[in-house]
């Protein structure tokens, strides 16, 4: 029997982009932003910059400094649990443009985890791809849920009736839909993936 399909963010639910970003930030703009100063997912407002600087900003930081974003052990410990369950596919906001550079990242640390990968060119650089939502993206695969931090996307897809699992992180805490469960360890999410499954 198929298994039925999970999608996971990257960025701030399999790995830690943004304490690592702001870090970054910090030491080549001399700012002194700290963890619990990430009120907003707005970057461009949290940072004082226009969007298309925070663009620029953004795939610098992807290109030259990825090295210093990493996975949530945690994270890596559950995700061959959550494989017996379903198969997992990625959803991230990225710009196809760093592809195969993030694959390769991902790979890095969970190889063979992940059956697809998604890029919905939300997020980078800009480009004249056309972007997708993640509701779409979970759509076109009928995904059973999705792995959520940023609150526009977990929104989105929870008011498109499908179940969103939410990390518990600064920028998200105004986030509240009936279909979004807020986990504060991944203990917690296993958990929600367990039941989740056992309920279909």
Request: charged content about 20%.
């Amino acid at each position: 029997m198929n298994k039925l399909v999970l999608m996971v963010d990257l960025d701030d639910v399999f790995w830690e982009f943004n304490d690592a970003y702001r870090r970054w930030h910090n030491k080549k703009y001399g700012t002194d932003f700290r963890y619990e100063d990430l009120y907003t997912f707005d970057m461009p407002e949290l940072y004082g910059v226009s969007k298309a600087q925070n663009s620029c900003n953004v795939h610098d930081f992807i290109t030259h400094s990825h090295h210093t974003v990493l996975p949530y052990i945690a994270m890596l410990d559950i995700l061959p649990i959550l494989t017996n369950y379903f198969q997992l596919q990625v959803a991230t906001s990225r710009h196809e443009n760093i592809r195969h550079f993030t694959i390769d990242a991902v790979e890095r640390y969970a190889p063979d985890t992940f059956a697809a990968y998604h890029f919905t060119n939300g997020f980078g650089c800009v480009g004249t791809d056309a972007v997708w939502t993640k509701l779409e993206v979970c759509q076109s695969v009928d995904a059973l849920a999705l792995i959520e931090d940023a609150p526009k996307h977990a929104l989105m897809v929870a008011q498109g009736g499908i179940p969103v699992f939410l990390p518990d992180k600064p920028w998200n805490q105004a986030v509240a839909h009936p279909n979004i469960q807020r986990y504060y360890n991944h203990s917690q999410l296993v958990s929600f993936c367990k039941a989740l499954i056992e309920s279909h």
